[in-house]
């Protein structure tokens, strides 16, 4: 890199930004929290229909720069963003983007189950409802009926849709903010520690559902278990203090990484 | 010895047994602070307790019955035809011993015995001195109050020996007590605890005793006037110059009272209830941090005036301006400048009374708000809805028995509300349905039956109570619910 003019580096970057196969690119993206920088610098790129695993010790960074790929960042007060990210080459922070439209296309799920305090049947309609994507009652029926499939929850639920979300079991209802994630139909679904909150099976059927979406949608996760993302990812990259260490393909990650932070942590030396 | 000096030194002897009982923990202990079972502090605190807690409750006994004893041992020596008395005078006349037992004390001996012989002499001897008697003394008083005063200085005497015996005795048993496996911190805890549990029985007795006065006095009201005459009675006229009319003829209807009172409370809710919620929302979900630092306080200031301060506003400001404007608009509209809306009236009450409850809704239901969980939130802004639509449909919803929790404490508030009423709101007891037109509630109603020179046995006066009661229980139904409400939305996200 370092022999290459200026011009050419400029070159080399939108090509890659052109390039279909990246779904998202983040290039030189810091977080400041007020006066507090959490991260630094750090470009990755995220591959269309590929889940990406973000791991690195507690504090490094992870959930902070998973919430500027749909500007969650924009909810916390006194939080500033620097960079440049992409979704499909527009950049996502240009004022002329329409961040409700972008939250509808790049969906998140979080670490605590948060289903709102209504049916199920209204925790999934919450959001074909807000951005109109049912004409008719049947076809929000259908939409709801789809996404519960997806996450493999409509068996469980398919004769109580009228009952609380909040009823369900912690498992269930991480499956219902996912069922209701894809209910808008996203392009890309964020997940931040998703299955911290469950018990090994509960685990083991988000895990699979992960499987099954790669083929449809794109996938970063963030995750504290080495295991599961070695399971459930094609790509990961490692945090540390702020920054991004090394990005690669999941299976070197794990057997032969680059960096020597990389591999300590994944030996469990630190974090 | 006075009882100040008393109770100083019994606080004195309680802090040397403190010093005592910790220097005997400590040397118990050797050094070593773990063969005791409590800290030092704890065993000398015990000691304090022991000598200081029996003997102040002794003294309070004596305080109480020791009057009362010698109260009555004089008056079984009156002679025959002073206890033929009634009970007022007797009670006069033991007032009158005590003035000249007083007197005495201040009398030298030489002028003592001159008075004894010559009781007439007695008013202006004590004059002399300033003591004031109110009539001529008769014989049987002076020997009456010399009586008075050696009891009362034997009492004294016996008080004080028997409060610092067993101020000493009760520090000298506890300081007995203390061994290394005395459990000293736990009986601390158990005193501390029971002054607790005192002092909140306090706080429920005195609502208890509050209660059950009201009641009797309404049960008075209630044998004069049938029940049913009150709760549905529409017509309000207690009648109250009538001179030498039986105290029946008055008509004390309900109705009316509670009509206004309601009605009242319902503009005041109109105001107060969109203008705070909207408010409550503004600062929890919109406002920066620092137009939150500023506007909570100022609000909370709001909620700080006193009412009557809100009466004067609604008596001076809003309802002369309400009445000009209307004849302002009523003039523009037909040429007659005649006023549609009454100085006083059910608007000028409901409009100012709704101001004064605008920091009620808004602090109750900010604190609501924000108590609603920011995953919720979050979820719903990561689906892509925006702001407001995340306030309308999910923290609202999930906030909403909060809020009706929040708005029917302001609605008990408003019922109970006085000052502001009494200045605003008019005091004709009427049924009708305009705003424009002056009402009243059951509070004004409370206010001008006490109020003046009156005896507390006519009906007149007792339907106060009766009407106390009524509001009191309408408002604790009010609340409970509120609370039950309110409770129960805790629990959804805990
Ligand atoms: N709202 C906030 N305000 C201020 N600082 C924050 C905020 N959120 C995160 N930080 C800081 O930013 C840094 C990164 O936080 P982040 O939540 O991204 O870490 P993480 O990698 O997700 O950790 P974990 O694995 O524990 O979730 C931390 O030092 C944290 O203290
Ligand atoms: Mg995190």
């Known amino acids: 890199m370092n022999m290459m003019t200026e011009a050419a580096v400029e070159k080399a970057l939108d090509q890659r930004m052109n390039d279909l196969s990246y779904k998202m690119i983040g290039k030189d993206v810091s977080v400041y929290y007020g006066e507090k920088r959490a991260l630094f610098d750090v470009n990755l790129n995220v591959r269309q229909n590929t889940v990406t695993a973000l791991i690195g010790p507690s504090g490094c960074g992870k959930s902070t720069f998973l919430r500027t790929l749909n500007r969650m960042n924009d909810t916390i007060d006194n939080c500033r963003v620097t960079g440049r990210i992409t979704l499909d080459g527009d950049d996502i922070y240009d004022p002329s983007i329409d961040v409700v439209e972008l939250r509808a296309r790049v969906g998140m799920v979080f670490q605590k189950p948060n289903p709102f305090p209504k049916s199920i049947y209204e925790n999934i309609s919450y959001g074909p409802r807000i951005h109109g994507l049912a004409r008719s009652k049947a076809d929000m029926d259908q939409i709801v009926e789809a996404s519960l499939q997806r996450a493999g929850l409509w068996n469980e639920v398919k004769d109580r849709l009228q009952e609380s979300g909040t009823g369900l079991s912690g498992g269930q209802q991480q499956r219902l903010c996912i069922a209701r994630a894809i209910a808008v139909s996203p392009e890309v679904i964020l997940m931040d520690e998703p299955c911290s909150a469950l018990d090994p099976i509960a685990t083991a059927k988000v895990e699979e559902l992960i499987h099954e979406l790669r083929s449809n949608y794109t996938i970063v996760i963030v995750t504290h278990s080495m295991q599961q993302a070695a399971r459930v990812s094609q790509r990961t990259a490692m945090f540390h203090l702020g920054q991004l260490v090394e990005e690669n393909d999941t299976d070197k990650m794990f057997t032969n990484p680059d960096d020597q932070r990389t591999q300590d942590y994944i030996m469990g030396r630190f974090g | ?494």
């Open chain 2, 1 to 494: 010895m006075t009882t100040s000096t008393l109770l100083l030194i019994t606080a004195a002897i309680a802090m040397i047994g403190y010093l005592a009982g910790s220097r005997r923990a400590l040397s118990l202990s050797g050094g070593r602070s773990s063969s005791m079972h409590s800290r030092p502090g704890y065993y000398g605190s015990f000691v304090a307790i022991w000598s200081a807690l029996p003997a102040a409750l002794l003294l309070g006994v004596w305080l109480v019955a020791a009057p009362a004893i010698i109260n009555s041992s004089i008056r079984s020596e009156f002679p025959a035809e002073v206890k033929a008395q009634s009970q007022a005078s007797q009670g006069l006349s033991f007032g009158m011993i005590e003035g000249i037992a007083r007197g005495m004390r201040a009398l030298s001996a030489e002028e003592a015995a001159q008075a004894e012989r010559n009781p007439a002499d007695l008013r202006n001897l004590m004059g002399a001195r300033g003591v004031a008697i109110a009539g001529d003394p008769e014989a049987y008083m002076i020997k009456a109050a010399n009586d008075l005063n050696t009891m009362n200085a034997r009492s004294n005497l016996l008080r004080n020996i028997a409060v610092l015996l067993v101020a000493v005795g009760g520090a000298a048993l506890a300081y007995r007590l203390i061994a290394p496996r005395f459990r000293a911190r736990n009986r601390v805890e158990s005193v501390i605890l029971a002054s607790l549990v005192v002092a909140s029985s306090i706080a429920i007795l005195t609502t208890v005793g509050i209660i059950a006065s009201m009641l009797t006095e309404a049960t008075h009201f209630f044998a004069r006037v049938p029940a049913h005459e009150f709760f549905f009675g529409t017509v309000w006229d207690p009648r109250f110059a009538a001179a030498g009319a039986t105290a029946s003829e008055g008509q004390f209807g309900l109705i009316p009272l509670l009509l206004g009172t309601l009605y009242i409370g319902f503009v005041a809710m109109l105001f107060a209830v969109p203008i705070g919620l909207f408010a409550a929302i503004y600062m929890s979900e919109y406002a920066s941090q620092r137009v939150r630092s500023i506007t909570k306080p100022l609000l909370e200031v709001l909620a700080g005036i006193p009412t009557i301060v809100y009466g004067f506003f609604a008596l001076t400001t809003v309802g002369p301006f309400l009445r000009d404007i209307s004849s302002q608009i009523h003039g523009l509209a037909t040429g007659d400048y005649s006023n549609f809306i009454q100085a006083q009236s059910v608007l000028t009450a409901g409009f100012v009374m709704g101001i004064m409850l605008i920091p009620y809704v808004s602090s109750l239901s900010d604190d609501i708000i924000t108590a609603v969980p920011r995953a919720l939130r979050d979820g719903s802004l990561g689906l892509g809805a925006t702001r407001s639509e995340t306030i309308k449909r999910v923290v609202l919803p999930a906030a909403l028995p909060g809020i009706v929790g929040a708005i029917l404490m302001t609605a008990s508030r408003a019922i109970g509300e006085t000052m502001i009423v009494v200045l605003a709101a008019g005091v004709a007891a009427r049924i009708q349905l305009n705003p424009f037109e002056p009402m009243t509630t059951v509070t004004v109603k409370i206010v001008s039956q006490l109020t003046g020179d009156l005896e507390f046995t006519s009906p007149q006066t007792l339907v106060a109570f009766a009407l106390g009661i009524t509001l009191f229980i309408i408002t604790l139904c009010l609340n409970i619910y509120a609370l039950y409400i309110v409770r129960k939305y805790r629990e959804q996200y805990e």
